[in-house]
């Protein structure tokens, strides 16, 4: 028993860290990468080991035996994507860990929220409401005033233009810019008054008949009263009783056709004369 004891710390002595240096160096961290840091073995999850030199030795070891070895690259585990998310410039190593871009609008209180964006985009759209004021047009109407000489016109009563509020459901960008709207509803505010318009109805003489109207008025008057019992229509006021006659006679003068009638009676009245 004793030589088997002796023999074994011969080993230990012999070979300290070449036995059982490896033996769990990076068993619970994915296994020995290859790559070296500081002079001790890199495992495949990043860290180092605390025991395992790139020797092959132990801590135990001497410090001369790992650093007189030729320097091994170090790596850095992360995204080595440029185009993801999480892109690590830093990473040497890529770890399985990248995450794919996803545009869109990363805006809650926007219309077009999108969920499962990650890289906002600037599409966000926002809806909001918004009042504007809009006149209503007055209408006209038209009455007939005789006593307005005809094609002429006169205001009345003046028309007033009434107001109405209209609410509009507005979609605008990021910035504000107006991309769409909607009419929602629309409230008078005020209501409109109609002008009223005078229209003339009344017949003006042009000069011309009124120069023959008094000439046959006059004609008429003179030709009546000197022959009474003549068949003009003045002779047939003047046998008519007060205050029918005064009637007549103003009726005669105020409708202009009367005179007119009298001067074609006078004018017959002359050529059965003349041809007796």
């Given at each position: 028993m004793k030589k088997v004891v002796m023999g074994i710390i011969?080993?230990?002595?012999?070979?300290?860290?070449?036995?059982?240096a490896g033996k769990g160096c990076c068993s619970?961290?994915?296994?020995?990468?290859?790559?070296?840091?500081?002079g001790y073995q890199v495992c495949n999850d990043g860290t180092t080991s605390p025991s395992c030199t790139c020797s092959g030795g132990?801590?135990?070891s001497?410090?001369?035996?790992?650093?007189?070895?030729?320097?091994?690259?170090?790596?850095v585990y992360g995204c080595t994507d440029e185009n993801a998310v999480n892109y690590n410039p830093k990473a040497?190593?890529?770890?399985?860990?990248?995450?794919?871009?996803?545009?869109g609008c990363m805006d809650k209180m926007a219309q077009n929220y999108n969920s499962n964006a990650n890289v906002e985009d600037n599409s966000c759209k926002y809806e909001k409401e918004i009042k504007e004021s809009e006149a209503i047009k007055h209408d006209t109407e038209y009455i007939s005033n005789n006593e307005l000489e005809s094609g002429k016109e006169k205001v009345k009563?003046?028309?007033?233009?009434g107001e109405k509020e209209i609410t509009y459901i507005v979609l605008v960008d990021a910035d504000g810019n107006e991309i769409s709207r909607e009419k929602k509803n629309e409230t008078v505010v005020?209501?409109?008054?109609a002008e009223i318009v005078e229209k003339g109805t009344r017949q003006e003489i042009s000069p011309v008949i009124g120069m023959f109207w008094i000439i046959s008025l006059a004609l008429a008057f003179y030709y009546a009263f000197k022959h009474k019992e003549g068949n003009l229509l003045l002779n047939k006021i003047q046998k008519q009783k007060q205050p029918t006659n005064y009637i007549l006679y103003i009726l005669y003068i105020i409708t202009v056709i009367?005179?007119?009638i009298d001067v074609i009676l006078i004018i017959n009245n002359k050529y059965k004369k003349s041809k007796k």
């Open positions: 011969v080993l230990m002595l012999l070979f300290p860290a070449s036995v059982f619970s961290h994915g296994g020995v990468s290859g790559a070296c840091r500081n132990s801590t135990s001497t410090s001369s035996s790992s650093s007189s070895n030729s320097p091994t690259p170090s790596y040497n190593k890529d770890d399985g860990s990248c995450i794919a871009k996803v545009l009563t003046k028309g007033i233009d005020k209501e409109p008054i009367p005179p007119f």
